[in-house]
């Protein structure tokens, strides 16, 4: 069962960019691709580089769907579900999250 990890403040996350939160033993990129309170969370790490670098990713939208590109070899991961678009086995778990009162909480298991 999961449980409700608060990350930080939403105006903590400036539109168009994203951020690296420890939950539990995990690194999840928060992104907030617009100025509202609309949030995505996957893993942070990038598994074809095996290093910790999504949440440093470029946003970009693609055929009606919200991505990031990896900063390191570009590969581009599904904000709402870590769907990897180059290779599918290579997707990424994402992770239910949300803002409660200003703050940003994340799911402390994934899916």
């Not at 608060?6 to 690296?20: F, K, Q």
């Not at 996957?42 to 470029?58: E, K, M, T, Y």
Request: proline content about 5%; charged content about 20%.
């Amino acid at each position: 069962m999961s449980q409700w990890i608060n990350v930080c403040s939403i105006a903590d996350i400036l539109p168009a960019t994203g951020v690296c939160a420890l939950i539990g033993e995990q690194q999840v990129a928060v992104f907030r691709p617009y100025a509202d309170e609309q949030l995505f969370a996957i893993s942070n790490i990038d598994p074809f580089a095996q290093s910790s670098v999504l949440s440093r990713g470029l946003i970009a939208e693609h055929q009606g769907e919200l991505w990031v590109a990896s900063p390191l070899k570009k590969q581009h991961f599904r904000l709402h579900d870590g769907f990897c678009m180059e290779d599918e086995s290579r997707s990424v778990m994402a992770f239910p999250c949300r803002v409660v009162d200003g703050v940003v909480q994340v799911a402390s298991a994934g899916r």
